[in-house]
């Protein structure tokens, strides 16, 4: 009896032991992470692919999106003046149309590119995507192409072309009062071309790299 007793014994402290090692090992959650975190706990969190590229401060994360958020609505700004001034709302205005574009292309390629860091695609109010990681050749490329658009564009609006040569007359924005006849600015028929071209540029890179707004 007394052998039984012990074996018993014996079997139950062994039994207790292995349930208490597995839920010791069920519940030690220090070091079986996938994926490492790396960077202060209170800053969002960061996809997998992203983790190897460096960590910036939340104060600079936020000044970034908040740069390229206003270089944005410049460009958006811009654009619909442009179209005003080409397709006849308020009359053209020459000088006016080559600085626009001259601004878009100041404050295009590299101007772009610096203001996006891997860092910044979980900050809120954010609406990048994550897809411009692992893509950034392609985002450059479009950065770059919208440069030369606008730079194409300006050119194209410094054109005085004649009328054997094909100028399109448009009344001039600022046309003073009392005349019979508007005053009338040539430009050269290739600027709507540049024109949708730029635009073009805009909207393919949206597409790729831009969630729809709310």
């Not at 007793?5 to 992470?33: C, E, H, P, R, W």
């Not at 072309?161 to 003073?176: C, M, Q």
Request: glycine fraction near 6%.
């Amino acid at each position: 009896m007394r052998h039984i007793k012990n074996t018993l014994l014996t079997f139950l402290v062994f039994f207790f032991m292995g349930i208490s090692s597995a839920q010791a090992f069920s519940f030690d959650f220090g070091d079986d992470d996938d994926y490492p975190y790396w960077g202060h706990p209170y800053s969002p969190w960061v996809a997998p692919p992203a983790y190897y590229y460096p960590r910036i401060p939340s104060y600079d994360r936020s000044t970034m999106v908040r740069n390229r958020q206003e270089n944005m609505d410049t460009h958006d700004e811009i654009m619909n003046e442009l179209r005003e001034l080409l397709y006849g709302r308020y009359g053209f205005d020459r000088a006016v149309a080559i600085k626009l574009a001259r601004k878009i292309e100041l404050t295009s390629g590299a101007a772009l590119t610096g203001n996006f860091h891997p860092d910044t695609v979980s900050t809120f109010s954010s609406r990048m995507t994550p897809a411009l990681w692992g893509n950034e050749q392609a985002f450059q490329a479009n950065a770059q192409a919208l440069q030369a658009a606008a730079n194409d564009l300006a050119k194209e609006l410094e054109k005085q072309p004649t009328a054997e040569e094909g100028a399109i007359y448009l009344p001039k924005r600022s046309i003073a009062f009392g005349r019979d006849e508007p005053e009338t600015i040539t430009v050269s028929a290739g600027v709507w071309e540049k024109f949708n071209t730029l635009s073009n540029v805009c909207v393919s890179c949206h597409r790729g790299f831009r969630r729809p707004g709310w």
